[in-house]
């Protein structure tokens, strides 16, 4: 079983500190991403990871008997009419589908790490959801400072008791997303 410990994580790209929950893995951690509401910040958020030296499976619509042997679940989330159309799916089985994933992650204890990259456009109407639907399951926020213009994602770091990391530009959430998951 893994080690759960407390380590400090310094963001000087967003200027700030905060103490967060890792766990502590024998090699590099099984690392995947997918989306929920099928807009494409996840494939922005595999990009940027990618580049952050972070090896990753991306997959927007990965079900959840995949996610065996899964230490880290990225869940970006916002909706897009188009992805829904091109995946075939509906914002109802997208809601099952999502649901599905973190409940697997829990049974595999993995972390779940929630991303809004998509600003306030991706907030609202559709999205909300399942910007809602993670948010509230999720082990670490990391948000656009912009998408948190409202303070959302704040009060529910705060409820929830969990780490929220707040970005500047989506070029960053590789780099603070690596931080967070660092040895």
Same mark, same amino acid.
């Given at each position: 079983m893994q080690t759960i410990f407390k380590k400090w994580v310094s963001l000087?790209?967003?200027?700030?500190?905060?103490?967060?929950? $890792?766990? @502590?893995?024998?090699? @590099?951690?099984?690392?995947?991403?997918?989306?929920?509401?099928? $807009?494409? %910040?996840?494939?922005?958020?595999?990009?940027?990871?990618? &580049?952050?030296?972070?090896?990753? *499976?991306? %997959? $927007?619509?990965?079900?959840? %008997?995949a996610l065996d042997g899964t230490d880290v679940l990225i869940v970006a989330v916002g909706a897009s009419v188009k992805g829904f159309g091109a995946a075939g799916i509906t914002a109802d089985s997208e809601? @099952? &589908? *999502?649901?599905?994933?973190? %409940?697997?992650?829990?049974?595999?204890? @993995?972390?779940?790490?929630?991303?809004h990259i998509g600003g306030s456009d991706r907030r609202g109407g559709l999205s909300e959801q399942f910007v809602t639907l993670v948010s509230e399951q999720a082990d670490i926020l990391v948000v656009s400072e912009e998408g948190n213009s409202d303070d959302y994602f704040t009060r529910v770091s705060q409820e929830r008791d969990v780490p929220l990391v707040l970005i500047k530009l989506p070029a960053q959430v590789g780099g603070a997303i690596a931080e967070l998951i660092a040895d």
């Open positions: 000087f790209a967003v200027g700030i500190s905060l103490s967060v929950g $890792a766990t @502590a893995w024998a090699a @590099a951690p099984n690392v995947v991403v997918t989306s929920s509401g099928q $807009a494409l %910040d996840a494939f922005t958020v595999k990009t940027m990871l990618s &580049r952050a030296g972070v090896e990753n *499976t991306y %997959d $927007a619509v990965i079900e959840a %008997d809601k @099952a &589908r *999502t649901q599905a994933l973190l %409940d697997k992650a829990k049974e595999e204890e @993995a972390q779940v790490i929630a991303v």
